[in-house]
């Protein structure tokens, strides 16, 4: 399997975040990334890939199709402005976000606000501090990832039904249209997902998201199935990913989720949901492309995770990823069990290879 790299991924290095309210080591480490990288070079089964100096060109053109331009100039010059502002140089943490019962409707001007008052506008919890490398990290992982859209929409012409993987970070799957949130900043998969559709010619794209959280930014962004995956309300982000949310506007009725009782995700439990999801999308008629949020924040070890998945259940899960015979875009999401994270995530893909075969 092919596996798109890119060293740039590793510089977004906040020192720490606010967990329990608890000032903790930052869980979203480089170190991840580097694990990752360690434990898939060892098996003959992976080929490292970077992705090219100058493709794309309009790089920023793509990431526009899912984010807007007052979000992205945001993220490019947030750390200077709140700096000069007298900010911590360390990274941007705001302190007071737009809820929707502080403001009402057109009652202020948003367009000419302090840095700190910008920070809170554009993002939804503490979980992401904004250092001096943060854009460039970011728009780092986009390019790897739309490397890697590239090379399977590339390969499939030759060789159907093979998986590529964008071993990313910033994780993408928490952050919207204009906010970030839960450790990202811009959406992965939802940049994937648009660039195959608008400049692929592709028809459909089903999303499957099987990170331990609720994938808030990536469900309404598409006319295309989503199955997230997550045990909300009971954990982050609390407020999103209930089995009613069925997706809005052109995107009405593709979006399904389906919320686990964290006590009852056992293996047999969470690969007899995924196989549901997995119908749906089988379901749902021409899918061209499979892109998959891989997040292995499921395993019950994991930090944040209130699942009881082992070890047994990575490869079973891409056996079931690849019982869908798409051609497949796994993209790195969470995960933050240091020991098994690297082996998780190869199970997953090696699981999912040894079954295509
Ligand atoms: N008590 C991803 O896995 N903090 N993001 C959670 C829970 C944020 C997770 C605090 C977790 C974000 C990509
Ligand atoms: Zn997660």
Redesign the pocket.
Known sequence: MKVYYGPECLCHDPPH?I??GRLVPY??SPRRLELVKNTLSRSSSFVFLSPEQDWPHNLLSYVLAVHTEEYVDHLKTIYDDWVVDGGDKVAVLPETFLHHRLRAPNSLDLSNLSPIARAGLYCF???CPITNDTFQAAIAAAQVVLTAARALADDHLAIPDRGTFALVR?????AQDALC????FLNNVAIAAKYLLQHRGCGSVAILDI???HGNGSRWMFRLPFCGYEPTPD???YFTGSAGERGAGPGFGFNHNFPLAQKDATDDVYCGTLQQAADIIRQSGEIEYLIVSL?V?TYQEDP?CGFLLTQRCYPRIGEIIASLGKPTLFVM????HLETLGDNVASVLLGFEQAVV
């Open positions: 975040e967990l329990s869980l979203e919890d503490l979980s910033p994780p993408g799957h928490h949130g839960g450790y990202c990170d331990y959280h954990d982050y982000p997040g924040d944040i999401e969470g995960g933050y």
